[in-house]
């Protein structure tokens, strides 16, 4: 069964330092999403992205994040300089169609900022 | 503004007895929503979705159930298990595939 993958699977960083977050969607998918999840608290949406561009972006989605889709397989999110509060599960997502589409997540990244 | 919520943040149930996971929503225009669960240390996984034109949708041991008329959504699990022990969150899908999260219910069930 095609599943997406995410890695590392647990990153730990200094407060201030970049991190790169990576992510394989399901290949014929076309819409693809990072969301959080700060520990024991609801999962809640970061960016959506479709034809190499943001389709639409949370407030928490500030000018220290940025995605990317560097090549036809990768799905990447960037923060630039990380706060203690960055530090969460952070999960990728990819759905074949925009609306009324199954999203299928991966495993999570386990961000944490030192 | 767009909310999910849960009325239940817990659940225990025995081993064999019937679970029911409601949820509430306050988006009217909202027209498809989808039931996640997850478990320790994964991601959410797809469990049942349906859209506003329907009252009910039934699965393998689940049936989603939604009443627009008071914007609720319910999870229904037969013959609960011990593997279906997680969290169960609803979430609405909306714009540009967005999905938006209920806090979620913990969900136990005991041998």
């Known amino acids: 069964e095609p599943e997406v993958t995410q890695t590392p699977s647990h990153q730990v960083t200094q407060m201030g330092q970049e991190v790169i977050l990576r992510c394989v969607p399901i290949?014929?998918?076309?819409?693809f999403y990072w969301y959080r999840q700060i520990l024991g608290q609801k999962v809640e949406f970061l960016v959506s992205?479709?034809?190499?561009?943001?389709?639409?972006k949370s407030e928490i989605f500030d000018d220290q994040f940025s995605v990317e889709r560097p090549d036809g397989s990768n799905f990447t999110l960037k923060i630039r300089s990380t706060k203690l509060e960055d530090s969460a599960m952070y999960f990728c997502?990819?759905?074949?169609?925009?609306?009324?589409?199954?999203?299928?997540f991966g495993q999570g990244t386990r961000l944490t900022v030192v | 503004g767009e909310s999910v919520g849960l009325h239940l943040p817990t659940l225990s149930v025995q081993e064999g007895d019937n679970s029911i996971i409601n949820c509430a929503y306050s988006n009217s225009a909202s027209d498809y929503f989808i039931w996640y669960k997850q478990e320790s240390g994964k991601g959410p996984q797809f469990i049942i979705d349906i859209r506003s034109n329907m009252d009910k949708r039934q699965g393998q041991r689940v049936t989603v159930l939604l009443n627009k008329t008071v914007k609720h959504l319910s999870l229904q699990i037969a013959a609960t298990q011990p593997g279906d022990s997680a969290v169960y969150f609803c979430a609405e899908n909306s714009s540009y595939g967005k999905l938006t999260f209920g806090q979620g219910t913990i969900l136990t069930v005991h041998p």
């Open positions: 992205f479709y034809n190499n561009e943001i389709s639409e």
């Open positions: 997502a990819s759905s074949l169609f925009m609306e009324r589409s199954e999203a299928f």
């Open positions: 290949s014929n998918h076309l819409y």
